[in-house]
Protein backbone atom coordinates (compact mmCIF):
# COMPACT_ATOMS: atom_id res chain seq x y z
CA UNK A 1 0.00 0.00 0.00
CA UNK A 2 1.53 3.38 -1.03
CA UNK A 3 1.54 6.34 0.54
CA UNK A 4 0.60 9.96 -0.50
CA UNK A 5 3.94 12.17 -1.47
CA UNK A 6 5.68 8.69 -2.23
CA UNK A 7 6.37 7.58 0.95
CA UNK A 8 6.35 3.67 1.33
CA UNK A 9 5.37 3.62 4.87
CA UNK A 10 7.97 1.52 5.98
CA UNK A 11 9.85 3.63 9.35
CA UNK A 12 13.22 1.19 8.91
CA UNK A 13 13.00 1.95 5.50
CA UNK A 14 12.95 6.00 5.80
CA UNK A 15 15.80 5.57 8.12
CA UNK A 16 17.80 4.16 5.88
CA UNK A 17 17.37 6.82 3.77
CA UNK A 18 17.94 9.32 6.02
CA UNK A 19 21.29 7.36 6.61
CA UNK A 20 22.33 7.34 3.40
CA UNK A 21 21.55 11.20 2.83
CA UNK A 22 23.64 12.52 6.16
CA UNK A 23 26.78 13.48 5.72
CA UNK A 24 29.81 10.86 6.91
CA UNK A 25 31.54 12.74 10.43
CA UNK A 26 34.51 14.91 9.25
CA UNK A 27 38.14 13.51 10.26
CA UNK A 28 38.48 16.94 11.47
CA UNK A 29 35.05 17.05 13.45
CA UNK A 30 36.42 13.89 15.04
CA UNK A 31 39.97 15.67 16.14
CA UNK A 32 38.11 18.30 17.59
CA UNK A 33 35.88 16.10 20.05
CA UNK A 34 38.92 14.52 20.84
CA UNK A 35 41.20 17.15 21.88
CA UNK A 36 38.31 18.76 23.70
CA UNK A 37 38.78 16.14 26.02
CA UNK A 38 42.49 16.91 25.98
CA UNK A 39 44.20 18.75 29.04
CA UNK A 40 45.06 22.02 27.62
CA UNK A 41 48.58 21.93 29.20
CA UNK A 42 49.40 19.05 26.84
CA UNK A 43 49.07 21.23 23.72
CA UNK A 44 52.29 22.95 24.87
CA UNK A 45 54.13 19.83 25.16
CA UNK A 46 52.76 18.60 21.82
CA UNK A 47 53.01 21.32 19.99
CA UNK A 48 56.42 21.85 20.70
CA UNK A 49 57.63 18.26 20.20
CA UNK A 50 55.75 18.60 16.64
CA UNK A 51 57.91 21.84 16.26
CA UNK A 52 61.43 20.28 17.49
CA UNK A 53 60.94 17.11 15.15
CA UNK A 54 60.24 19.54 12.16
CA UNK A 55 63.18 22.00 12.97
CA UNK A 56 65.27 18.70 13.12
CA UNK A 57 63.91 17.60 9.44
CA UNK A 58 64.98 20.85 7.94
CA UNK A 59 68.68 21.10 9.86
CA UNK A 60 67.63 21.73 13.48
CA UNK A 61 66.90 25.45 14.92
CA UNK A 62 68.74 28.25 13.61
CA UNK A 63 71.24 29.78 16.12
CA UNK A 64 70.63 33.42 17.31
CA UNK A 65 73.17 35.86 15.86
CA UNK A 66 76.34 36.38 17.91
CA UNK A 67 77.26 40.05 18.75
CA UNK A 68 80.31 40.99 17.02
CA UNK A 69 83.61 41.67 18.89
CA UNK A 70 84.44 45.07 18.98
CA UNK A 71 88.05 46.23 19.14
CA UNK A 72 89.22 48.90 21.20
CA UNK A 73 92.62 51.24 21.23
CA UNK A 74 94.14 51.47 25.12
CA UNK A 75 92.15 53.81 27.07
CA UNK A 76 88.62 53.81 25.29
CA UNK A 77 85.96 53.03 27.56
CA UNK A 78 83.90 49.98 27.45
CA UNK A 79 80.53 50.38 29.05
CA UNK A 80 77.57 48.35 30.12
CA UNK A 81 74.77 48.69 32.44
CA UNK A 82 77.03 46.85 34.88
CA UNK A 83 80.54 48.87 34.73
CA UNK A 84 82.73 50.90 32.81
CA UNK A 85 86.27 49.69 31.97
CA UNK A 86 89.48 51.93 30.23
CA UNK A 87 92.36 49.13 29.66
CA UNK A 88 95.51 51.08 30.65
CA UNK A 89 98.60 49.32 29.35
CA UNK A 90 100.02 45.78 30.38
CA UNK A 91 102.97 45.63 32.48
CA UNK A 92 104.71 42.53 33.83
CA UNK A 93 107.12 42.07 37.16
CA UNK A 94 108.92 39.72 39.20
CA UNK A 95 106.46 39.36 42.02
CA UNK A 96 104.44 42.06 44.35
CA UNK A 97 105.78 40.76 47.79
CA UNK A 98 103.22 43.16 49.71
CA UNK A 99 100.52 41.07 47.97
CA UNK A 100 101.49 37.64 49.47
CA UNK A 101 100.71 36.22 46.13
CA UNK A 102 101.66 32.47 45.41
CA UNK A 103 103.22 32.28 42.78
CA UNK A 104 105.29 29.20 41.12
CA UNK A 105 109.12 29.09 41.08
CA UNK A 106 109.62 30.69 37.32
CA UNK A 107 106.95 32.51 37.47
CA UNK A 108 106.16 36.66 36.92
CA UNK A 109 103.18 38.88 37.63
CA UNK A 110 101.37 39.96 34.02
CA UNK A 111 99.90 42.99 35.51
CA UNK A 112 96.19 44.54 33.29
CA UNK A 113 96.04 48.66 34.54
CA UNK A 114 92.59 49.44 34.32
CA UNK A 115 90.25 52.29 35.49
CA UNK A 116 86.74 50.57 36.31
CA UNK A 117 83.36 52.56 36.89
CA UNK A 118 80.58 51.00 38.65
CA UNK A 119 77.64 51.96 36.54
CA UNK A 120 74.97 49.57 38.26
CA UNK A 121 73.33 50.88 41.65
CA UNK A 122 74.90 49.02 44.40
CA UNK A 123 78.58 48.14 45.30
CA UNK A 124 80.24 45.38 43.90
CA UNK A 125 83.17 44.11 44.98
CA UNK A 126 86.26 42.94 42.85
CA UNK A 127 86.50 39.24 44.49
CA UNK A 128 88.18 35.74 43.28
CA UNK A 129 85.41 33.98 45.07
CA UNK A 130 82.25 34.65 42.75
CA UNK A 131 81.20 35.87 38.82
CA UNK A 132 81.24 39.36 38.77
CA UNK A 133 84.45 41.65 38.27
CA UNK A 134 86.79 38.59 37.74
CA UNK A 135 85.11 37.65 35.02
CA UNK A 136 85.33 40.39 33.08
CA UNK A 137 88.73 40.26 31.75
CA UNK A 138 90.89 37.72 30.45
CA UNK A 139 94.40 37.15 29.50
CA UNK A 140 94.79 35.67 25.72
CA UNK A 141 98.63 34.51 25.93
CA UNK A 142 99.97 31.18 24.82
CA UNK A 143 100.62 28.93 27.61
CA UNK A 144 98.40 30.83 30.23
CA UNK A 145 96.81 27.99 32.03
CA UNK A 146 94.34 29.67 33.39
CA UNK A 147 92.85 33.16 31.66
CA UNK A 148 91.16 34.55 34.95
CA UNK A 149 92.99 36.20 36.87
CA UNK A 150 94.75 35.36 40.20
CA UNK A 151 93.98 38.35 41.99
CA UNK A 152 92.62 41.62 41.80
CA UNK A 153 93.86 44.69 43.60
CA UNK A 154 93.32 48.78 43.82
CA UNK A 155 95.89 50.24 42.34
CA UNK A 156 96.24 53.31 44.74
CA UNK A 157 96.32 51.30 48.35
CA UNK A 158 97.02 47.86 47.11
CA UNK A 159 94.01 46.96 49.00
CA UNK A 160 92.93 43.49 47.46
CA UNK A 161 89.08 42.73 46.50
CA UNK A 162 88.33 46.14 46.44
CA UNK A 163 84.76 47.49 46.75
CA UNK A 164 83.61 49.43 44.00
CA UNK A 165 81.32 51.80 44.51
CA UNK A 166 78.53 53.15 42.08
CA UNK A 167 79.55 56.31 39.61
CA UNK A 168 83.00 56.23 41.33
CA UNK A 169 86.07 56.05 38.78
CA UNK A 170 88.60 53.21 40.72
CA UNK A 171 92.04 52.10 39.45
CA UNK A 172 92.63 48.95 39.42
CA UNK A 173 95.24 46.18 38.31
CA UNK A 174 94.10 42.47 37.39
CA UNK A 175 96.86 40.03 37.86
CA UNK A 176 97.62 36.69 36.42
CA UNK A 177 101.05 34.46 36.93
CA UNK A 178 102.56 33.65 33.96
CA UNK A 179 105.81 31.74 33.25
CA UNK A 180 108.74 33.40 33.41
CA UNK A 181 109.88 33.01 29.26
CA UNK A 182 105.87 33.32 28.17
CA UNK A 183 105.79 37.22 28.44
CA UNK A 184 109.06 40.12 27.30
CA UNK A 185 108.74 43.29 27.27
CA UNK A 186 107.85 44.27 23.82
CA UNK A 187 105.06 41.77 22.91
CA UNK A 188 101.83 42.28 22.05
CA UNK A 189 99.42 40.60 23.51
CA UNK A 190 95.11 40.72 23.44
CA UNK A 191 92.96 41.87 26.23
CA UNK A 192 89.46 40.00 26.37
CA UNK A 193 86.74 42.27 27.24
CA UNK A 194 83.60 40.46 28.60
CA UNK A 195 79.94 41.84 29.18
CA UNK A 196 78.02 39.74 31.99
CA UNK A 197 74.08 39.76 32.20
CA UNK A 198 72.26 40.24 35.56
CA UNK A 199 69.99 37.81 37.27
CA UNK A 200 68.39 37.21 40.51
CA UNK A 201 68.71 33.72 41.94
CA UNK A 202 66.14 32.31 44.83
CA UNK A 203 67.52 28.88 45.25
CA UNK A 204 68.98 28.67 48.40
CA UNK A 205 69.37 32.03 49.10
CA UNK A 206 68.24 35.08 47.60
CA UNK A 207 71.23 36.54 45.10
CA UNK A 208 71.60 39.70 42.93
CA UNK A 209 74.57 38.67 40.31
CA UNK A 210 76.34 39.45 37.41
CA UNK A 211 77.64 36.57 35.42
CA UNK A 212 76.80 34.55 32.47
CA UNK A 213 80.32 36.01 30.34
CA UNK A 214 80.09 36.55 26.93
CA UNK A 215 83.18 38.18 24.89
CA UNK A 216 82.20 41.52 23.79
CA UNK A 217 85.64 43.31 22.73
CA UNK A 218 89.43 43.06 22.64
CA UNK A 219 92.04 45.15 23.59
CA UNK A 220 95.64 44.83 22.22
CA UNK A 221 98.54 46.00 24.11
CA UNK A 222 102.63 45.82 24.31
CA UNK A 223 103.82 44.33 27.37
CA UNK A 224 106.37 46.87 29.69
CA UNK A 225 108.60 44.68 31.79
CA UNK A 226 109.06 46.70 35.16
CA UNK A 227 111.34 44.15 36.50
CA UNK A 228 111.37 43.72 39.98
CA UNK A 229 109.59 47.31 41.49
CA UNK A 230 110.97 47.01 44.77
CA UNK A 231 114.90 47.90 42.92
CA UNK A 232 113.14 51.31 41.88
CA UNK A 233 112.32 52.41 45.07
Given amino acids: MSVPGGATGNPRAASADADVSAPPPRRFDRLRIATD?????????????VFLM????????????EAPVATLD???????????LEIQEVVVVDDLPELYLDLAPGHRVVAVLVHATNEWTEPQTATLLSSGIRDLLRLDIEGLVDARPIEIIRVDDNTATPVLQPDLRTPLAFLWSVPADTVADGDDVTVQVFDETFSVGQV?????LWGDPVLAATVDATVEDLGGLEDEQ
Fill in 54 to 65: ASAAFGGLADAP
Fill in 74 to 84: LGAPHTTEQIT
Fill in 204 to 208: VWSAR
Fill in 37 to 49: RVPTKWFAAIGTG
